[in-house]
């Protein structure tokens, strides 16, 4: 248990509206992401950051965006929620061994 | 293009039936070699880290090794309890700052008593 937290952890909601998914870290690491993964595509990084305020697109950005005002704290947002967003939804912090250490995930319906 | 093959894509053992899960990479240079647990409904679970070529890592009935090509996760003697996807993933060189990883599918092992 690296001390990550994924709120909420399920969440149903409708095409068109606003999600926003929060990673929370206990530990202060700098490095945090955000995977989605889906049957027959694995883990595919939707954004990650390397500091308060840095953040960079991973291969799957589209319709997603990301802040991080806190260390503690990586926000994901779909900004207009739709059906192919349906998917379980992973954090992630980095360690300076470049390990990774996921949350428990957040599956998000999008009807 | 840097990619990650994992195979067989299922196993399904006998308790007690030792076998080995395949992850084959393609890089320009390796970093890092990372093994990952995964049960249903949760996240991975970090396993094991390997760097180079040669170098093994055992955590109670599993054993990776990783060669130029490719790393094996060994399992000796499974118990129902090692039933789980075993996930690979790859960091290259020219990842630099990034840190990103290129993720295999996984590997779904189910183990029978």
């Known amino acids: 248990d690296a001390g990550i937290t994924q709120s909420p952890r399920h969440k149903v909601t409708e095409t068109g509206t606003p999600v926003t998914l929060r990673c929370h870290q206990t530990e202060n690491h700098r490095y945090m992401y955000w995977y989605r993964q889906d049957p027959g595509h694995g883990l595919r990084l939707i954004h990650y950051s390397y500091g308060v305020k840095d953040t960079d697109k991973g291969e799957v950005s589209d319709g997603y965006s990301v802040s991080r005002s806190k260390t503690e704290d990586f926000l994901l947002t779909l900004e207009s929620a739709t059906s192919s967003q349906t998917s379980v939804y992973f954090c992630a912090i980095g360690l300076a061994d470049h390990t990774q250490y996921f949350g428990p995930g957040t599956r998000l319906t999008v009807l | 293009e840097d990619q990650v093959t994992q195979s067989p894509e299922a196993l399904r053992l006998q308790e007690g039936e030792s076998s080995s899960l395949n992850c084959s990479y393609t890089v320009s240079g390796l970093r890092g070699l990372f093994w990952y647990r995964q049960d249903p409904g949760k996240g991975p679970e970090f396993l094991f880290t390997?760097?180079?070529?040669?170098e093994e890592k055992e955590k109670e009935r599993l054993k990776a090794t990783l060669t130029k090509k490719e790393s094996f996760l060994h399992i000796t003697a499974p118990k129902p309890e090692d039933s789980a996807t075993y996930l690979c993933?790859?960091?290259?060189?020219?990842?630099?700052?990034?840190?990103?990883?290129?993720w295999g599918l996984g590997t779904s092992l189910a183990v029978n008593p």
């Open positions: 390997l760097y180079s070529a040669g």
């Open positions: 993933a790859v960091q290259d060189i020219a990842a630099g700052n990034n840190r990103k990883l290129i």
